[in-house]
């Protein structure tokens, strides 16, 4: 496969990013109504009753409309998590075995060839060096 087409992995992190997400917007939400719900409760000489329990009724009805997606959203990842999770991560898994066994197998060729010629470098070394002690010998002797 290409590495620009992303892998079944990557698409279900991608895919737990977005539900965290929302999950995380959805929480602000209920939060936002629950204390929206606080300051309406309070007790006010003055308030007027009915409009009172109409923005009552409202952020009750927004916070359960809230409950209801995070439901959802804990469903879908449950899905998710249930239906791709253990054969995304391990074909990911093989894939990027796959890659490092290649990587290790080139990198061992470059090794054996560098051995090599060393190996070759340093053969030249010896005769060059006993050749060169040979004829030290001779001209001392000679």
Same mark, same amino acid.
Request: charged share 35%; no cysteine; aromatic share 6%.
């Given at each position: 496969?290409?590495?620009?087409?992303?892998?079944?992995?990557?698409?279900?992190?991608?895919?737990?990013?977005?539900?965290?997400?929302?999950?995380?917007?959805?929480?602000?939400?209920? #939060?936002?109504?629950?204390?929206?719900?606080?300051?309406? @409760?309070? =007790? +006010?000489?003055? %308030?007027?009753?009915?409009?009172?329990?109409?923005?009552?009724?409202?952020?009750?009805?927004?916070?359960?409309?809230?409950?209801?997606?995070?439901?959802?959203?804990?469903?879908?990842?449950?899905?998710?998590?249930?239906?791709?999770?253990?054969?995304?991560?391990?074909?990911?898994?093989?894939?990027?075995?796959? #890659?490092?066994?290649?990587?290790?197998?080139?990198?061992? @060729?470059? =090794? +054996?060839?560098? %051995?090599?010629?060393?190996?070759?470098?340093?053969?030249?070394?010896?005769?060059?060096?006993?050749?060169?002690?040979?004829?030290?010998?001779?001209?001392?002797?000679?």
């Amino acid at each position: 496969r290409g590495m620009d087409e992303p892998t079944k992995g990557t698409q279900v992190h991608r895919l737990q990013m977005a539900l965290a997400k929302r999950v995380d917007e959805e929480t602000e939400r209920f #939060i936002e109504n629950f204390g929206s719900l606080i300051k309406v @409760s309070k =007790i +006010n000489e003055k %308030s007027e009753l009915y409009r009172d329990n109409f923005q009552i009724n409202s952020n009750v009805e927004n916070m359960i409309n809230s409950g209801e997606s995070l439901l959802q959203i804990a469903f879908d990842l449950k899905q998710t998590l249930l239906l791709s999770d253990f054969r995304s991560i391990h074909d990911e898994v093989k894939f990027q075995d796959k #890659i490092l066994r290649e990587k290790k197998d080139s990198i061992d @060729s470059t =090794i +054996n060839n560098i %051995s090599r010629q060393i190996d070759e470098a340093l053969l030249e070394l010896e005769a060059e060096y006993y050749s060169s002690r040979a004829l030290l010998k001779t001209i001392k002797d000679g």
